[in-house]
């Protein structure tokens, strides 16, 4: 039986910059996007089943979000619809592939997820429960994503939080501090960029950070570094797998196409975490590096994933 990732948050426009016509004006596609959708769509791309949970707006943006889910094959049952409009993020590119975001979200589709009204099929169903940050921003849609993990928990599924510090989705840096470490306690596999280690846990280093993280609950904690890879911790286990080297069209999606890269591995493991070695950590780490590295060499962020034969093959 294939195992099964849910996700829950965000699921939205990324309105992307694709060039700069002969005028110098800038152009734009509008991709899928959102972090938790782009896990799971990464994931089930590479084996597991999938499902989300996340609302819409009744809109045409909507309604092709809706579409890019299920025509990807992941479980729609949990996302909702609302009045309120889809949210969008636009989303300019500079010359190195680096990403600069601005979102249009007062409010956006994505705020308006109530706990009341997600089917907990989709959580009962599951082996891992996966969240990000954005979904904490406001209500009610924070408390859906803290009660989602909440009863996940209660459930024995593998938690994940991917923390993703958008500075003008918060009040102040205080707030996001605040209500983005307020998960980790909840959190058994903890994955972080480098941008965000000392947000989350006062300490810069990967090697201080993942510390502080382990010590407050999470059984493992991933460190991503860009283009030299990741830093790992698992109880004693630590160390560093590199990234590959890739011509970078757009860096969109590459942290989520490596964490749902290496679930859809660590789930075809009897057992999980426990017991692991470190040499089938590190094995699994650089299958997610090599599909995070084949996401950065093509535009877009869903439109980019790779199928499993794609990193298979990739060198």
Request: glycine share 10%; charged share 25%; net charge negative.
């Amino acid at each position: 039986m294939s195992k099964k990732i849910t996700a829950v948050g965000e699921v939205l426009i990324d309105l992307t910059q694709t060039g700069v016509n002969e005028a110098g004006i800038r152009e734009f596609r509008a991709y899928p996007g959102g972090a938790p959708a782009n896990v799971v769509i990464a994931a089930h791309r590479l084996g597991l089943d999938a499902a989300f949970i996340g609302c819409v707006g009744k809109d045409s943006f909507g309604d092709s979000l809706r579409a890019t889910l299920e025509n990807d094959g992941v479980d729609t049952t949990a996302l909702l619809t609302s009045d309120v409009p889809t949210t969008m993020a636009v989303v300019t590119v500079d010359e190195t592939g680096e990403r600069s975001f601005s979102f249009y979200r007062g409010p956006g589709a994505d705020i308006t997820l109530e706990w009341e009204n997600i089917p907990k099929s989709v959580i009962d169903t599951c082996d891992v429960l996966h969240f990000g940050s954005v979904s904490l921003t406001d209500d009610p849609a924070r408390t859906a994503t803290l009660k989602c993990a909440e009863y996940a928990r209660e459930k024995g599924k593998i938690v994940t939080y991917d923390p993703n510090y958008r500075a003008r989705l918060w009040k102040s840096e205080a707030d996001a501090m605040e209500q983005m470490r307020r998960p980790i306690p909840m959190a058994d596999i903890i994955k972080i960029s480098d941008e965000e280690t000392a947000l989350m846990t006062g300490e810069a280093s990967p090697e201080g950070a993942s510390k502080i993280l382990c010590d407050q609950g999470a059984k493992l904690v991933l460190v991503t570094l860009g283009a030299n890879g990741v830093f790992y911790r698992c109880g004693e286990i630590c160390g560093h797998v590199p990234g590959f080297k890739v011509k970078v069209a757009d860096t969109n999606g590459a942290g989520d196409t490596f964490f749902g890269a290496f679930l859809s591995r660590l789930l075809r493991r009897e057992g999980y975490l426990a017991g692991i070695t470190e040499a089938e950590l590190v094995s699994m780490l650089k299958f997610a590096n090599k599909a995070a590295s084949l996401t950065t060499s093509r535009p877009g962020a869903i439109p980019a994933m790779p199928t499993e034969d794609e990193v298979v093959d990739y060198d």
